[in-house]
């Protein structure tokens, strides 16, 4: 878990770095900025998104263009590299949860201790599916569309976005579902709000009663 957690940082701190300070580091090699690639990216969909491409970050390659093969062949053996060292990940996450799905149940612990423990395991793999769905899977189906020079329909697009949005929702979810502690927390506090708004109400409603008996008597 450290190993993966700290790969996605370093990536994300090695992209960062490289808008920054321009650097032609390994992500930075052969889908940066390319003042050809600018000029067709400008002339296409520059007006249609009111976006000048010649003053922002981004990383791509025209496949198109017959003097950028060597460009996209280079582009592609990168993201080889990435997606190799994703599918590691995968693999890693995949075989160690596998055996610790069977270490747990061919425990002779006792059945509260193996209950505790599938607990966590059920807790772990959810968070771990949570950002493989909602952030790595939307950039993963834009290098699928574009390795196959597909274009991405506009509903898929629009779920792209939703699952994207959706993760700073999810990852509180999946801790107040598997946290006991949290869960009876909010319960609590709810009963608790709910009891006073009925404390509230009925005291109200006495005083109404009486202020209704003080004017009907002589």
């Given amino acids: 878990g450290m190993m993966n957690t700290s790969f996605v940082v370093a990536a994300s701190f090695l992209f960062r770095y490289n808008v920054i300070f321009g650097h032609g580091l390994v992500l930075n090699s052969f889908t940066s900025p390319f003042p050809a690639l600018s000029h067709t990216l400008n002339s296409r969909v520059g007006s249609r998104y009111g976006v000048n491409f010649t003053e922002v970050y981004y990383q791509g390659v025209d496949r198109s263009d017959p003097s950028q093969h ?3 062949v280079m582009s592609m053996m990168e993201s080889g590299v990435f997606q190799l060292s994703f599918f590691l990940m995968l693999f890693t996450i995949f075989f160690t949860g596998r055996r610790m799905y069977c270490a747990i149940r061919e425990s002779s ?8 423990q599938m607990h966590l395991f059920k807790m772990l793999i959810v968070q771990t599916m949570s950002p493989l769905i909602f952030l790595y899977l939307p950039p993963m189906i ?4 574009l390795l196959l020079n597909y274009v991405l329909p506009f509903p898929l697009c629009l779920l792209k976005a939703l699952l994207v949005f959706m993760f700073p929702i999810s990852n509180p979810l999946i801790i107040i579902i598997f946290t006991g502690d949290y869960r009876s927390f909010i319960l609590r506090q709810k009963r608790t709000k709910t009891l006073s708004l009925s404390r509230a109400n009925n005291v109200k409603l006495n005083l109404s009663v009486v202020s209704a008996n003080s004017r009907l008597s002589p």
Avoid: G, I, L, N
């Fill in 109 to 116: 612990h006792s059945k509260k201790a193996k209950r505790r």
């Fill in 142 to 145: 834009d290098v699928s569309s």
């Fill in 70 to 72: 060597d460009r996209e």
